[in-house]
């Protein structure tokens, strides 16, 4: 445990012997070059280097003991560092005890040599380990690895239908998401848990702790049990502090492993399914709320500022949108007169409360230039059954609330509502049961509160 | 004077540091490419705008305008309300079994227990709704009207003691300081109804021993006229508000104005938005004069309306009055009602203390909703029931038949929720046999508290404050909306 511990530090303390050798051997250039005497420090460079370079090698070793790592690799890197070690102790003791010796000079520049060449060999296999061994290779094949990361749920729900279903779900969807979120540590280099994820065989074969995956049997499949396990959980995958699988990734993982991880099926086949149809489509790129209305232009403000002056509270439904909510809750005493001023909204009013004002059946027949009405209320108004003409003149309604007027069966049976109408309201009128049977035969989808 | 020349130029030192650095730097690259400093000083008067604008509009269409918030501080047992776990029956008095119990935090009350035997609820469970929901006998009239709540059985919070899960819930961070749920909204969304505050707190009477702080609705760093106005329990709603007698309403007037002239001519000097504040909550209360005898006045209810609410509803202070008094200002577009009601941190003789909890609670709770809903007002109200944790499935101290009690258990507890664009009739979430850990569909504080923004039609992302040199939002860093749980 704690010998694994100290290996973490590795790649922390490894770069402190590179940059002292360094340093070091730049001191002997210049002291060749420019004759200016720095025999003291280079020999406390080499003596701390050295150390360091011990150091940082039996860290690494103590790391490469935790396993998970592209062996080949791994060994080369290993070796380089022990024979740098070994030369830099050789060079501590030539620097030590021969340097009288007619040899010196020669020896110590030989030895130099080796050390700066072994040196950036270390480094180089380190940084393969690390980061890959094309890290440092220019990809020209870039742009096409872009366009195979660039498909993702969101993008292929853009898609038109008729080419979501050309999409292979597995170098679509599935493959790009591994890539992108856990290919990173399991990969033929950085195989961790001795896991690569980068093939379907690979996957197959899994790691340390057996298959990753059962095909059609996703809650048997261990990577898929990682996945669900608490993030808080030290076997949780992706690890904490790593870019983490959202939600509709994890369903879309767990839908394909259950479906028999195929590698060669269309997205065609995979629609037909609802739970990818759902993923795909709305339910799981939420879509905000909308008003199934076209866009329109702002209110003029000097229009809100009219209404503003009877009391009106008028307000856009949300942030740069053209359509209004217009509640008259603190102007009680709004009468016909007044009310016209509202029919200068027009298309704009969507959502309109005029409960408890003095409005009448005349008041509603002023705006019928307010088509786009959705949700109505006018409780508690001096409303009657002649008002529910001018009330089917709102024909894109879906909340009317009537509940303390005066209207009876006989104007509920007059109401016309569309197809979007959702709820009534009509509790606290002179409606009767016979009434509200009477309308649910007519429109038995259209929730009635009586 | 440093103070004063701050607020004379509404500028932060750290906004003045960066806006100097981009400034400096601007004239330096200005004269070395030869051309004037004017685009950098169109920067720094962007980064001063910027802050700190209510939201006016939501952020997208609302499906909810207004919210009830019907909490029940104690922490409410979900075993014996909402979440049926038949197995406690089975395995009455035997030890939690190891796996289940974790490495859960217990509090330091249960700490030194010997063991933890397992408690069986203190009711029994019948199946109510179109789809059979189980609901305990405790709460008939709840279960009435279940296929209109949306029941989240998976909660879950990062707290396991009163005033700070209380402050949790409600301003998102443990510690006291920050705007709660009420504030931020009316803050963001301003008032429906100007005679109104946007945001009211009603706390009932005869629940219980744990007391609740008013930290729960301050508005924190947000202007203080954004924090909840408590309504008493006495006659008077709100106190010293009427005119004295022998007082002419426009005398009052006059005074008013008079004082605010004053005070304006002080925020012309000092720019404290505390002035504001103060200018606002003398008009608000002078409006409030004619509104709020009105509001609490329940003459005029009808006989019928007052049965649905329950025997209490007269008795001013107690939670059925309060609930009725919620609808009224609801109808009266109040942005934010909050009510309180104590009692329900059974740590002993739950069984007893269960009951006479949801007697106070359960017929005010679902009456409110009928009525919300008779009256065409549940599509764009929110109404939230619920606690601040929830309660441990074993007994704290001995296990008795009448004296066992439950301990404070932050890993999982239920709520429900009505109208407003959340889906009726969802049970959502699942507990483990023993309601004791979530496994399926966690819904966090902050998950909930940003579905809560959502369906008020804010990106809980997008809706922040700064202040003391740093971005405050009420999710803060975290929360996800669960989209699941919307209709």
Known sequence: MITEFIGHFHPLVVHLPIGILIFTFILEIIQLKSKTKFDQAILIGTIIGTVF???SATMGWLLSLDGGYDEKLLNNHQYAGWILCFFCILLVIVKMFFSANVYFDKLNKSLWSIIIIVLFLVGHFGGSITHGADYLSLDLSAGNKEVKKALSIDSISALPTEKQAQVNTYEGLIYPLLDAKCIQCHNSEKKKGNLQLTSIDLILKGGKKGPALTAYNANQSLMIQRMLLDPANDKHMPPKGKPQLNNKEINLIYWWVQ?????????????????????????????????????????????????????????????????????????????????????????????????????????????????NVIKLNVAYTSLNDDAIGLLNQFTKLSYLNIVGTSITDNGLAKLNLSNNFKSLYCWNTKITQGGVDQFKKRYPNIQINF | ???????????????????????????????????????????????????????????????????????????????ELFDYKPKLYEMHGQEIPASVMGKNRISGMVNNQYAFPLA??????????????????????????????????????????????????????????????????????????????????????????????????????????????????????????????????????????????????????LHDPEIESQINQAEMAYRMQLAIPDIADLSNEPQHILDMYGEDV????????????????????????????????????????????????????????????????????LVIWGGEFGRTSFSQGKLTPEGFGRDHHPGAYSIWMAGGGVQPGLVYGETDDFAHNVVNDKVHVHDFQATLMHLLGIDHEKFIFKTQGRRYRLTDVSGNVIHNLIA
């Open chain 2, 314 to 381: 007269l008795v001013p202070g107690s939670f059925a009055h309060n609930c009725i008094m919620a609808r009224r200002l609801a109808e009266k577009d109040v942005r934010f009602i909050q009510l309180y009601h104590l009692g329900w941190d059974h740590h002993g003789a739950l069984a007893s203390g269960i009951k006479r909890a949801t007697k106070q609670t359960d017929q005010a709770s679902a009456a409110l909703v009928k009525d919300l809903k008779q009256r065409g007002l549940l599509d764009d109200t």
């Open chain 2, 120 to 269: 069986k609820p203190a009711t029994n469970f019948s199946q109510f709704g179109t789809n059979g929901t189980y609901v305990s006998d405790l709460i008939p009239h709840t279960a009435s009207i279940i296929d209109d709540l949306c029941v989240v059985r998976s909660m879950v919070t990062d707290q396991i003691n009163h005033e700070p899960a209380v402050i949790f819930t409600q301003t998102g961070n443990q510690l006291s300081g920050r705007p709660c749920m009420g504030s931020w909204l009316s803050y963001g969304l301003g008032s429906m109804n100007e005679n109104l505050p946007s945001f009211i707190v009603m706390l009932s009477k005869g629940g219980g021993d744990q007391p609740i702080s008013s930290a729960a609705w301050s508005s924190g760093f947000l202007p203080s006229h954004h924090q909840g106005v408590q309504f008493m329990t006495g006659k008077d709603p709100i106190l010293y508000l009427n005119t004295p007698d022998g007082i002419d309403r426009m005398d009052r007037r006059r005074a008013l104005d008079f004082i605010k002239n004053f005070n304006q001519l002080q925020n012309e000097n």
């Open chain 1, 259 to 371: 479906h028999g991880a195929l590698v060669n099926d269309k997205l065609g086949n995979a629609l037909l399914n609802d739970t990818v149809k759902n993923l795909i489509a709305s339910k799981i790129v939420p879509a905000f709320p909308t008003l199934s209305l076209p866009q329109t232009s702002l209110v003029d403000s000097n229009k809100i500022n009219t209404l503003k002056q009877l009391g009106l509270i008028v307000q856009p439904i949300a942030k740069g949108i053209g359509y209004v909510d217009l509640s008259a809750m603190n102007a009680a005493l709004l009468n016909d007169v007044q009310a016209q001023k509202i029919s200068i909204l027009d298309s704009h009013l969507v959502w309109l409360n005029l409960a408890n004002t003095k409005i009448t059946n005349k008041g509603i027949a002023n705006l019928s230039s307010c088509k």
């Open chain 1, 53 to 55: 370079a011990i150091v």
């Open chain 2, 1 to 79: 004077m440093h103070e004063y020349l701050k607020l004379k130029y509404q500028q932060n030192r750290r906004d003045f540091l960066r806006g100097s650095a981009l400034g400096l730097g601007g004239i330096a690259l200005g004269s070395l490419l030869g051309c004037n400093s004017k685009p950098s000083q169109k920067i720094i008067s962007q980064i001063l705008e910027e802050q700190n604008v209510p939201l006016g509009s939501p952020h997208f269409l609302p499906k909810a305008k207004r919210v009830i918030y019907l909490f029940q501080s104690g922490g409410p047992s979900q075993m």
